[in-house]
């Protein structure tokens, strides 16, 4: 028994070795390359981003602003901590999570029903600051800052002039407030370096994550971003639905860095442009209409 | 022996984990993914640019002489740009082979894996499956 731990200790050991050389490997062809090519200076080159390493020194205080990289910009940034699962659904939220055919629990595309895998639909918030994390960009006015995808071109408004949330979502009459995609946001500095962002009134159409969590109007989400220095910011993302989940759930943990060039690529879904790709691609392919 | 088995496992394993594909989009349990078919001398008819994925659509013949109409896709234009694509980089009328990993259905449609030009070079996909953001391959025309 010790002799097999042995072995999958020095198997995984060998593994992590390997894909740290493979790595290093790709980081100086990238570079050789690069070296070499004529570069413009419109574009984003993830080595550039790659070649940023270190912490940049300490993070400034109070301020987030400035084009941070996501996992999915090639700048080598730590993989996001998924939700958690399986989630904590109430039978209400285990009935809603039952409809939603997600890609991620093995349906083909012809058989999801994902509003965004389907029709380009907008993710939503809390998902769109889980699912492709590509590229964001963070900036202040002196009573809101405002969150920025790159992906869908996304704009999130969030409130810092000490107002408290909307509690009238959803409700009828004149002055009540409907959801939105994104939700209605307000945001504090907790310390110096970490930032609180609640926001509530979500579209309850849209899927919590890219695994077909459900959500209801009345979800609170809870963002803490962290600037641990000038060159990392961690976001963690919890979300209390009393009606759908027995207990705040966790939607993971998504990690910035930040981009030396401050660009980054354009990135939209475009309905009509999904439909081709589902109708000559991925439904044949698949086996659907 | 058993301990060699079990090294070479958790080895496999360990890589598995760090090279399996992110089905961050469109994923890829269509397609079998074991040996990708190749397609010599295919001729490409049309290159469409387009998110989610940009599609490669060539005739191949086979070597009954019959044209097999081909469409294979991408990753996204994001993921193949940051691997140094663009909408440039194959062209109607480019003879050339793809390599593709079929639908298991049979259909004449896969996920694209990569193209060897009549110049010797070649350019790959995101990697051999998902769109994880042009982590797992540089991609650049060598």
Redesign the interface.
């Known amino acids: 028994m010790r002799k097999a731990c042995t072995g999958i200790i020095a198997g995984v050991a060998g593994a992590l070795l390997l894909s740290a050389m493979a790595t290093a490997q790709t980081a100086q062809t990238n570079t050789a390359q690069t070296n070499n090519a004529p570069r413009s200076p419109w574009k984003y080159y993830p080595e550039d981003a790659r070649a940023n390493t270190g912490d940049g020194g300490p993070a400034p205080k109070r301020d987030l602003s400035g084009t941070w990289a996501g996992e999915s910009s090639g700048a080598g940034v730590r993989n996001i901590v998924r939700p958690e699962t399986p989630p904590p659904l109430t039978p209400l939220g285990k009935q809603l999570f039952d409809r939603n055919k997600a890609e991620s629990s093995g349906v083909l595309i012809a058989q999801s029903n994902d509003p965004h895998v389907r029709y380009c639909d907008p993710f939503g918030f809390p998902r769109n600051m889980t699912d492709q994390i590509r590229s964001m960009t963070i900036t202040a006015l002196p009573e809101r800052t405002f969150v920025l995808l790159k992906f869908m071109n996304v704009w999130r408004e969030i409130w810092t002039d000490g107002r408290a949330l909307p509690t009238n979502v959803g409700a009828r009459g004149r002055d009540a407030h409907d959801p939105t995609y994104n939700g209605y946001s307000i945001g504090r500095w907790e310390d110096d370096f970490t930032f609180v962002v609640e926001t509530t009134g979500m579209a309850p159409e849209t899927w919590a994550t890219e695994g077909g969590y459900p959500h209801s109007i009345d979800a609170r989400v809870t963002e803490r971003f962290h600037r641990e220095s000038k060159n990392d910011l961690t976001m963690t993302i919890t979300m209390d639905d009393p009606k759908l989940y027995t207990r705040p759930v966790k939607l993971g943990t998504v990690y910035f860095r930040w981009i030396p060039s401050q660009t980054f690529f354009d990135f939209s879904c475009v309905p009509s442009s999904v439909q081709m790709y589902l109708k000559e691609m991925a439904d044949p392919a698949s086996g659907g209409k | 022996m ?3 088995f ?10 598995a ?3 399996s594909p992110s ?5 890829n ?3 079998n993914l074991t040996t990708p078919v190749v397609l010599k001398g295919a001729v490409v008819t049309e290159f ?1 640019w ?4 940009p ?1 490669i659509k060539a005739d191949y013949k086979d070597e009954k002489g019959n044209v097999q109409q081909w ?3 991408m990753g ?4 193949a ?3 140094g694509w663009n909408r440039t980089t194959v062209a109607p009328g480019d003879v050339v082979t793809l390599y593709v990993w079929q ?3 049979g ?1 004449f ?2 996920r694209f894996n990569k193209v060897e030009f009549a110049d010797g070079t070649t350019m790959r996909d995101t990697q051999t499956g998902g ?5 797992a391959d ?1 991609g ?1 025309r060598q």
């Open positions: 058993k301990t060699k079990l090294m070479t496992a958790a080895l496999l394993a360990g890589l984990a760090f090279d089905l961050a989009h469109h994923g349990a269509a397609f469409i387009i998110n989610p994925h599609l469409i294979m896709e996204s234009t994001v993921s740009q940051l691997i639908a298991k259905t259909a449609a896969g769109d994880d953001g042009g982590r540089r650049v």
